[in-house]
């Protein structure tokens, strides 16, 4: 199937911790995105890669380190999770040219207690 | 920065009903989006809007780029119960690599 998939679906996790998300996406598109839903359904962008350079990086803690090891993924560590990181994080993918609509993968939630 | 106006949060409907969702800006856009979200997925786009004026349709989903560049409506006709979910406007702007703005949603409840 061509999607964008991401893993795991599900992260449940202490405060404290370092966790990875991992993204791929085989629609042959060149920009990678990650973005962070929040309990009120707001989609809010974290990041954007393009051919495996950053582009975009909102205004993001440190502790939040994406890698794009090629243009096909891109992968969220998280570093001393916080409460407020409790969240659905949505990867998603386009050609980066302007007009290309964003295709989503089904999301992360990580909870963090 | 750029937002986009979504509203009301939540819209109640009876199945068989059509419904018109808005998005307003304070920004003028070169593309509107429309998704539909379900619950435990990711977005999925239902609109590609480019031409300021271009109406276009999707099965019983209808959309429009404003004149303005600064609105678009999204309409659904003769609502059935799976189209309950979040609706969220999309709003870019022209460029390689410029970021996609979101509304805040209007999730939609379809009573059969």
């Known amino acids: 199937d061509t999607a964008v998939s991401q893993t795991p679906k599900y992260l449940v996790t202490q405060m404290g911790n370092d966790k990875s998300i991992k993204c791929e996406q085989n629609?042959?598109?060149?920009?990678m995105y990650w973005y962070k839903q929040d309990s009120k359904k707001f989609l809010k962008i974290m990041f954007s890669y393009n051919n495996k350079e950053l582009i975009i990086n909102e205004t993001v803690p440190n502790r939040f380190s994406p890698k794009s090891p090629d243009k096909a993924h891109l992968n969220l560590h998280i570093n001393s999770l916080e409460l407020g990181d409790s969240a659905v994080y949505f990867c998603?993918?386009?050609?980066?040219?302007?007009?290309?609509?964003?295709?989503f993968g089904n999301g992360t939630r990580l909870t963090v207690t | 920065g750029q937002q986009l106006n979504q509203s009301p949060q939540s819209m109640f409907i009876q199945e068989g009903e059509d419904v018109s969702m808005n998005c307003t800006s304070s920004s003028i856009f070169n593309t509107w989006l429309w998704y539909k979200q379900d619950p435990g997925e990711g977005p999925v786009l239902l609109i590609a809007?480019?031409?300021?004026?271009e109406l276009t349709s999707n099965g019983r989903l209808t959309a429009q780029f404003g004149i303005t560049r600064k609105d678009s409506f999204l309409n659904i006709s003769a609502s059935i119960p799976s189209d309950v979910g979040i609706y969220f406007c999309a709003g870019q702007l022209a460029g390689a690599n410029s970021k996609l703005t979101f509304g805040k949603g209007i999730t939609l409840s379809v009573r059969p």
């Open positions: 629609l042959g598109h060149d920009t």
């Open positions: 809007l480019y031409k300021a004026g």
């Open positions: 998603a993918s386009s050609h980066g040219q302007g007009r290309s609509p964003l295709h």
